[in-house]
């Protein structure tokens, strides 16, 4: 955890306005600015910053907070990374609280520290070394230019049995670290340590925030492994790594779609002839963590696959994680013989997008596939169609997209739709429903009860009307539950001789929506009339309503009780309770 104080200075070094606006441009609205909103579709701007506040909201999606929750939006990252990386913009060290989450996240850094180190190293080795000129001349014949060489920092292990060990040692990195993450390896059954990459063509892969967590090597010559890649640990996870989502995803969310490849050399192909809404899945199958990744970017894919049968067989299986979180798939097969790399190499960039374009749904390519694999004309033949797409369909939640490909499917092999729609009943729906998104989310937590509504937003404006409330209410008073956690800290605040306003207040809520309800209510203009009555009516209101709701709370409890013969102590117990409440009613009354 990122101590409080660090946050807060954080925050105070990162001025709103210029935040947002080295990521969209901003223009003047009386004392606010406006800009047509990153986070949904929309031709008028309902987007606004406000400077003096130092908040932005969104009119439209209803997403809003501090600049923490607008890094946190726009670069996919959660609130804690957002913090670092405004933090690392600042020249703020972010040290860890103590304890085992602080000792980990020591941990990583040194991690991060040694793969820069080695990915630095790599690049010297390419760059500055005569054994590198082998590897760059390589990257050369594959159309690799200067300026991409440099964006992707690829590099050269060179073929000795200790080089980065050796430097990396040097430069005060632990042996331990050199082993944990792969670098290193120590020959089995003896003491040697010695450098896993060696006369390789070096491919740093990095996180979404261009930290770089791990590496793959590419042989020069007709060795084996074509390609080597670290070691699982504790910054990388294949199943959790895409490729070039760093440099890609912004592109994915203005193209609205993203291109999956398979092979490093096919991204960069795509990157250098100038489609950049793409990533590699790095030769592994896709899993369910990838398919989140992805979902947090765009809402289509398009899936790159190899010509051959057995290859497309093999990818295929792998697109139910991409059914289950709802992304509209379609599936893209070039022609005999190529790959995305040597296709646009060939062909050039815009034949290459003319078949991106043509790309057929999945549930077409699917039945199309199957069809051919299996013979429709006969029962057997049928059923096996069947039975696959069926599987596939099953995990569809749309039911317009289920029917129409229902009906597609009886068609084209000729079987009742009766029986399609019985097997599908078999086979129910797969998955959970799909959370709402953060339109639908945003409206939810708006729907704020009377009285609580009005008393936030007092508090988050006048700090006297939070000490009124605090000797009167607590946060439990409140029933909607991002106004009960936003009540929880604005009386901690105060408690503690922190309250400097909603700014610090949102430096303290790692909570989206709890960010966007109060984004919301101080970008709302002020009704007027007196703010201290209209607190105090507030309060009362809350404390009766509370008062009335236990009230009757306990006057079912009594009925429960006579019914199933309690003892007298008890219920009497509970009729005096029920009398205070009803004379404190009376007082507030």
């Given at each position: 955890?990122?101590?409080?104080?660090?946050?807060?200075?954080?925050?105070?070094?990162?001025?709103?306005?210029?935040?947002?606006?080295?990521?969209?441009?901003?223009?003047?609205?009386?004392?606010?600015l406006?800009?047509?909103?990153?986070?949904?579709?929309?031709?008028?701007?309902?987007?606004?910053?406000?400077?003096?506040?130092?908040?932005?909201?969104?009119?439209?999606?209803?997403?809003g907070?501090?600049?923490?929750n607008?890094?946190?939006?726009y670069?996919?990252?959660s609130?804690?990374?957002a913090?670092?990386?405004?933090?690392?913009?600042a020249?703020?060290?972010?040290?860890?609280?103590?304890?085992?989450?602080g000792?980990?996240?020591?941990?990583?850094?040194?991690?991060?520290?040694?793969?820069?180190?080695?990915?630095?190293?790599?690049?010297?080795?390419?760059?500055?070394?005569?054994?590198?000129?082998?590897?760059?001349?390589y990257?050369?014949?594959?159309?690799?230019?200067?300026?991409?060489i440099?964006q992707?920092?690829?590099?050269?292990?060179?073929?000795?049995?200790?080089?980065l060990?050796?430097?990396?040692?040097?430069?005060?990195?632990?042996?331990?670290?050199?082993?944990?993450?792969?670098?290193?390896?120590?020959?089995?059954g003896?003491?040697?340590?010695?450098?896993?990459?060696?006369?390789?063509?070096?491919i740093?892969?990095?996180?979404?925030?261009?930290?770089?967590?791990?590496?793959?090597?590419?042989?020069?010559d007709?060795?084996?492994?074509?390609?080597?890649?670290?070691?699982?640990s504790?910054?990388?996870?294949?199943?959790?790594s895409?490729?070039?989502?760093?440099?890609?995803?912004?592109?994915l969310?203005?193209?609205?779609?993203?291109?999956?490849?398979?092979?490093y050399?096919?991204?960069?192909?795509l990157?250098?002839?100038?489609?950049?809404?793409?990533?590699?899945?790095?030769?592994?199958?896709?899993?369910?963590?990838?398919?989140?990744?992805?979902?947090?970017?765009t809402?289509?894919?398009?899936?790159?696959?190899?010509?051959?049968t057995?290859g497309?067989?093999?990818?295929?299986?792998?697109?139910?994680?991409?059914?289950?979180?709802?992304?509209?798939?379609?599936?893209?097969?070039?022609?005999?013989?190529?790959?995305?790399?040597?296709?646009?190499r060939?062909k050039?960039?815009?034949?290459?997008?003319?078949?991106?374009?043509?790309?057929?749904?999945?549930?077409?390519?699917?039945?199309?596939?199957?069809?051919?694999?299996?013979?429709?004309?006969?029962?057997?033949?049928?059923?096996?169609?069947?039975?696959?797409?069926l599987?596939?369909?099953?995990?569809?939640?749309?039911?317009?997209?289920?029917?129409?490909?229902?009906?597609?499917?009886?068609?084209?092999?000729?079987?009742?739709?009766?029986?399609i729609?019985?097997?599908?009943?078999?086979?129910?729906?797969?998955r959970?429903?799909?959370?709402?998104?953060?339109?639908?989310?945003?409206?939810?937590?708006?729907r704020?009860?009377?009285?609580?509504?009005?008393?936030?937003?007092?508090?988050?404006?006048?700090e006297?009307?939070?000490?009124?409330?605090?000797l009167?209410?607590?946060?439990?008073?409140?029933?909607?539950?991002?106004?009960?956690?936003i009540?929880?800290?604005?009386?901690?605040?105060?408690?503690?001789?922190?309250?400097?306003?909603?700014?610090?207040?949102?430096?303290c809520?790692?909570?989206?929506?709890?960010?966007?309800?109060?984004?919301?209510?101080?970008?709302?203009?002020?009704?007027?009339?007196?703010?201290?009555?209209?607190?105090?009516?507030?309060?009362?209101?809350?404390?009766?309503?509370?008062?009335?709701?236990?009230?009757?709370?306990?006057?079912?409890?009594?009925?429960?009780?006579?019914?199933?013969?309690?003892?007298?102590?008890?219920?009497?117990?509970?009729?005096?309770?029920?009398?205070e409440?009803?004379?404190?009613?009376?007082?507030i009354?």
């Amino acid at each position: 955890m990122i101590p409080q104080h660090i946050v807060e200075q954080v925050q105070s070094s990162s001025d709103i306005v210029d935040v947002v606006s080295s990521y969209i441009p901003l223009k003047r609205a009386g004392r606010s600015l406006k800009a047509c909103c990153p986070f949904h579709s929309e031709k008028t701007p309902s987007f606004f910053v406000s400077p003096e506040k130092q908040i932005w909201h969104c009119f439209g999606c209803g997403a809003g907070g501090s600049v923490f929750n607008f890094i946190a939006l726009y670069e996919r990252v959660s609130f804690p990374e957002a913090v670092r990386l405004l933090a690392k913009k600042a020249g703020i060290a972010v040290p860890e609280k103590p304890g085992p989450e602080g000792r980990e996240g020591e941990k990583k850094d040194d991690l991060y520290r040694l793969n820069e180190f080695a990915a630095r190293w790599f690049t010297h080795q390419l760059q500055a070394t005569a054994p590198g000129k082998r590897a760059l001349a390589y990257l050369r014949r594959r159309g690799m230019s200067d300026e991409l060489i440099e964006q992707f920092s690829l590099g050269y292990a060179p073929d000795s049995w200790d080089g980065l060990y050796t430097a990396a040692r040097a430069k005060g990195h632990r042996e331990e670290m050199l082993l944990t993450l792969g670098l290193a390896m120590r020959k089995e059954g003896g003491n040697r340590i010695f450098d896993r990459f060696r006369n390789r063509l070096m491919i740093p892969i990095s996180d979404v925030s261009g930290r770089v967590i791990a590496f793959s090597g590419r042989v020069l010559d007709e060795g084996t492994p074509k390609y080597m890649n670290s070691p699982e640990s504790l910054l990388f996870n294949k199943s959790r790594s895409l490729y070039g989502l760093h440099h890609a995803k912004r592109e994915l969310i203005e193209r609205g779609f993203s291109i999956v490849v398979e092979g490093y050399f096919d991204f960069f192909a795509l990157h250098a002839a100038g489609i950049r809404n793409v990533v590699a899945s790095q030769g592994t199958a896709f899993t369910a963590d990838h398919a989140r990744i992805l979902k947090r970017y765009t809402r289509e894919v398009v899936m790159s696959f190899d010509a051959d049968t057995a290859g497309q067989s093999a990818a295929m299986r792998s697109l139910d994680a991409f059914l289950n979180e709802e992304l509209r798939v379609r599936v893209l097969v070039l022609p005999p013989t190529h790959d995305p790399d040597t296709f646009v190499r060939e062909k050039g960039a815009a034949a290459f997008s003319d078949l991106v374009g043509q790309a057929p749904e999945y549930f077409d390519f699917l039945l199309d596939h199957l069809c051919r694999r299996n013979d429709h004309r006969s029962e057997v033949g049928s059923a096996r169609i069947a039975s696959e797409f069926l599987d596939a369909l099953a995990q569809v939640g749309d039911g317009v997209l289920r029917e129409a490909y229902r009906k597609k499917l009886s068609e084209r092999i000729d079987i009742p739709q009766q029986y399609i729609i019985d097997e599908i009943k078999k086979r129910g729906r797969r998955r959970g429903p799909a959370p709402g998104d953060a339109g639908e989310t945003s409206q939810v937590a708006l729907r704020l009860p009377p009285g609580e509504r009005e008393i936030i937003k007092l508090m988050l404006e006048d700090e006297n009307i939070i000490r009124q409330a605090a000797l009167e209410l607590t946060a439990e008073d409140f029933r909607h539950e991002q106004l009960q956690r936003i009540a929880g800290r604005v009386f901690a605040l105060l408690k503690e001789n922190r309250w400097a306003g909603s700014t610090r207040l949102l430096a303290c809520l790692d909570d989206e929506h709890c960010a966007r309800v109060v984004s919301r209510l101080i970008s709302e203009e002020d009704p007027g009339g007196d703010r201290e009555q209209i607190a105090r009516d507030c309060i009362r209101y809350l404390k009766k309503r509370n008062l009335k709701e236990e009230i009757g709370k306990l006057t079912k409890e009594i009925s429960r009780r006579e019914r199933e013969g309690s003892s007298g102590q008890e219920i009497s117990g509970l009729q005096r309770r029920l009398m205070e409440k009803k004379a404190e009613l009376l007082k507030i009354c």
